[in-house]
């Protein structure tokens, strides 16, 4: 049996397997060997600049009032729920449009990631057809998935984007910059960290589309979410683990890509002892 692991488009290493037997013994590492349509083995690739709505689904998560293991896609839609399906499908042709019979205030689509990603930017894409223009007048907000409330699903959505006339372009692409004065957040001033960069990037999980005015030709095809790429750590209790140091607990909450859990680290201490973070800190592999 052969494996060709590809470093390279002309160079490659040879991974060869003599027997069934020696086959059988190989425990493959989760998450980052596949196999390809010629049934080669070769690596995951970890890609960059991703549009995290396209794999929304395969990622599942816990929640307040829908239980455990609930796949990322169409969070809520005030109207039409049926087709709101359409602005996540990737294909531009199809679309969500409201109801004329719903009121206004139910006139929105929300969009759950199914995990939390660090986004840059956010492109909106409407349909230009009889029956079917691009929403005049609207508000896009984000949340981070954080709840507000131990037994709900309460998120706190922020504005992002809103039009200030009305749009009739077919695209609409904006960035996630932002230069918030967080008094809640201080970074040690000793660190190398660029703030221009660090403030290009937001959290986000789940997306708010809001039409702001009646509108019945209204219509949104696709939104897309460009984070910076795919989250390395998702998985890493299937193919690695953690050790924990001495203080650390619950260490694996922070590698899962839900925000709602967390891990801590206790303070602890011995007369006439300086705890090092390399004691107290926690290790992964």
Known sequence: ????????????????????????????????????????????????????????????????????????????????????????????????QASADDPLG??????????????KEIRLHFPDQEGARPFRQFTVFTATGITSDALDDL????????????NRDTTVSFPLAFDLQDSAQ?????????LEKFNQYRLIQYINFTVEDFDPEGALAEIEVIAVGDNVSLGNNLR??????????????????????ASSILTLGFEGRVRTWEDQGTWFF
């Open 106 to 119: 139910d006139w929105f689509v929300q969009i759950d990631l199914g995990r939390t990603v660090l986004a």
């Open 155 to 166: 998120f706190i959505f922020r504005p992002v984007y809103l039009t200030t006339q009305p």
């Open 240 to 261: 690695g683990g953690i050790i924990e140091g001495l203080s650390a607990r619950s260490t694996e909450n922070i590698l899962f890509g839900y925000i709602n859990t």
């Open 186 to 194: 201080v970074l040690d001033p000793n660190r190398d960290v660029d």
């Open 1 to 96: 049996m052969l494996s060709v692991l590809c470093a390279a488009t002309v160079l490659a290493e040879e991974f060869r397997f003599d027997s069934a037997a020696s086959w059988s013994t190989w425990k493959r590492p989760h998450g980052l060997i596949e196999f390809d349509d010629r049934g080669r083995l070769q690596l995951v690739k970890f890609r960059k600049d991703i549009n995290a709505v396209a794999d929304a689904s395969n990622f599942t998560h816990l929640t307040r009032s829908r239980g455990a293991n609930v796949p990322g896609g169409i969070w809520e839609a005030g109207s039409n729920p049926a087709t709101a399906r359409r602005i996540i499908d990737g294909d531009r042709e199809t679309f969500w």
